[in-house]
């Protein structure tokens, strides 16, 4: 690898942990504004339509510990080498349990993003999602996937706390939608004025 390929590539690896930690700010965000009555709020029921899945719709502390505990998988089965973060419960975690976890987790997938697209050494060689799952080459794929898989979940809390009448501010979601904002808050430079 010559040594502009390899500046790229570890530049490539700290843009996708930042962009891996401002994924995370939008989750602690959400989670800072939630009204904590919605916590643990039972969900709606859902239509008799769809009577197999009646009452598998997941509480709001249920949805963020998931997020966790899937990255905490993302960690073991990619990178082992890794510290990886504890197991969140889902049946006692507190929003403050949560968001410590997901801070955790964000750094953990943070480090893993750096390695496995930018001067890892070549530790981090595959993406395994899920132990079921093929594993992928480490790419921006693996990127691209766990940004999806929180942001599918954000949507579901959002709409979930609307549902049980805790609908979050305008100004909130707006944030979400902040990326400057987001992304000076991690740390980078990529909304700053240099770049546009």
Known sequence: MTTRQHQVHTQLGRTASLIFAANDRMNQVLIEHLDPAAWRAKPPAEPPANARAAGRTRTIAAIFTHMHNVRSKWVRLSAPHLKVPAQLNRSHCTPQQARAGLTESAARCAEMLAEALGDGGGRVEKFRRDGWAPPWPAGLEMLCYMISHEAHH????????????????????????SWEKLWKQCGSFLGSARHT
């Open 154 to 177: 954000r949507g579901q809390v959002c709409m979930l706390a609307h549902q049980l009448g805790f609908r979050l501010p305008n100004e909130v979601t707006s944030e979400l939608w």
